[in-house]
């Protein structure tokens, strides 16, 4: 996922200037860095990592209501710290796409641990921002089970999730590498199948829904400091009961020229059925934007890649990519940030006549501008 906002980052860093700590950082409270290897324990890493600098749990779905009206949402919750063990703020974002009307609604909060609006809890998921949160109903429950719940003027969820696979680890040795320094790496997990079922709010309406949601969770420091500009993330589940995850850092970026370029730490995950997990390195895949086509961003004059073509020889996977909503583009809180494109899509066969195949979701940064963290 993925730390998509630098604006996110310098509003935190003002609320904690005009009435946060103060003083020098000491040695012993370095913040710890994503290293090789790390052994992840569940449902414990499910919870927050205070040694770490950065932290967030991204949860996306899609659900209908019973006559078949189709919703996606996002709901992320992040975690920086500014000191080790000291101020913690808590950004959060939130959206949902209303298919049929070609909409997206989208909200944004802030909170901190010190003025009472955020927390997140260390050894068992439980994270909120002011009146949105994301917690486990039980730490014990077998399989887990969440509760996500976030609202705004235009829309609202109140949602329950059942995994139904066991939890995913990315990459090598339990590290994630996403660029070329050091500190260039997370500690990255996923639930990528989960049972999803409850209300959604749009407008003055209430639906029941159901459907499935995907949940991410990742922390690291100093992670995105070599240089890179941006990064193409894919997250797609299968029909047929598989699910992939593509992640995939950009070392160099043109307005016109937004094609993909591997870098040595583009990598993927490839979930089976019964839920195993296959690293994927950067040459066991393919990627290219069919076409050349592009989305140009009405708002920021960014332009974005529109249609994939991504492949998995070895799973037999070849499949076409398109937005389900083209303007899936979100804008920092404040100005001086990077906009980036964070939004749902279908996933079909591109060799068979375009069978649907599934449902996903991309976030697509650096685009607008290098990104700058």
Known sequence: MTRPISAIVAFAFAILVLGGTSGTTPASD?????????????????????????????????????????????????????????????????????EAGNVVHRADRVGRDGFGTGAARAGALSVRVEGWSLAARSPATVPPRWVSRASSADVAIDLVHSAEKQPVVHGVDGTLRVGPCRSCALHSSSYTRLRTHGT???????????????????????????????????????????????????????????????????SGTLIARNGTARHLDAYDFTLEVRGGTTWTSPDTGASYPAIWRIGVPSAGIDVAVAPLVANQERTPLTTGGS???????????????????????????????????
């Open 30 to 98: 370095a913040f710890a860095v994503a290293t090789a290897p790390y052994a992840f324990s569940f449902p414990a890493d499910d919870g927050a990592h205070p040694r770490y600098e950065s932290e967030w749990w991204r949860l996306f779905g899609r659900v209908r209501t019973p006559s078949g009206r189709s919703f996606s949402y996002e709901l992320t919750f992040f975690r920086f710290a500014t000191h080790a063990r000291t101020a913690q703020f808590y950004p959060a974002t939130f959206s949902v796409t209303d």
């Open 200 to 266: 959604l709010r749009i407008g003055g309406v209430s639906f029941i829904v159901d459907g499935s949601s995907w949940l991410d969770h990742e922390f690291g420091s100093d992670a995105f400091a070599g240089g890179y500009v941006g990064w193409d993330r894919f997250s797609f589940v299968f029909d047929d009961g598989r699910e992939l995850l593509l992640m995939l850092p950009r070392r160099r970026f043109t307005g016109a020229d937004p094609l993909w370029r591997p870098t040595p730490e583009s």
């Open 339 to 373: 906009p980036y494109w964070n939004g749902a899509v279908e996933v079909r066969d591109a060799s068979n006549d375009g069978v649907l195949l599934g449902w996903g979701r991309a976030e697509l940064t650096g685009y607008a501008r290098p990104l700058s963290l």
